[in-house]
């Protein structure tokens, strides 16, 4: 190499002792271990699933505005109304399950009284 770069060619001299193969071998085997270690990370996160739960107890007032694709404000009138009522945990608003089935019977139904 030395004998290269006095002879004036263009050659660049090398900044690190790692042939370009060697290097990027090195650089590969790295990131596949960083990546193994991040899968083992995320494999070992706890799931909060409840065995034996078949439906989701509590929704944030985005999730109802989708499932009725209504705006905030028609679930914040329907609140107001007392059709839906508003469970506060610490600083978020969450809606029951029972309260949303219950919006989404017939009105007669929710009433009470039978259709004619």
């Given amino acids: 190499m030395q004998d290269n770069v006095n002879k004036g060619s263009t050659a660049a001299p090398m900044l690190f002792p790692y042939e370009p193969a060697q290097f990027w071998q090195s650089v590969r085997q790295i990131v596949r271990e960083k990546v193994q270690q991040a899968e083992k990370v995320r494999s070992v996160a706890p799931t909060y699933e409840t065995p034996g739960l078949t439906y989701k107890p509590l929704f944030k ?3 109802v505005c989708s499932m009725f694709q209504v705006c905030r ?3 914040y009138d329907w609140i107001k109304d ?3 009522k508003p ?4 600083s978020r608003v969450y809606f029951l399950w029972n309260d949303i089935q ?3 019977k017939p009105e007669d139904e929710r009433r009470g009284c039978p259709g004619d």
């Fill in 87 to 90: 469970y506060k945990i610490k």
């Fill in 61 to 63: 007032i985005a999730e």
């Fill in 82 to 84: 007392g059709r839906l």
């Fill in 102 to 104: 219950q919006l989404l």
């Fill in 73 to 75: 404000q028609t679930i």
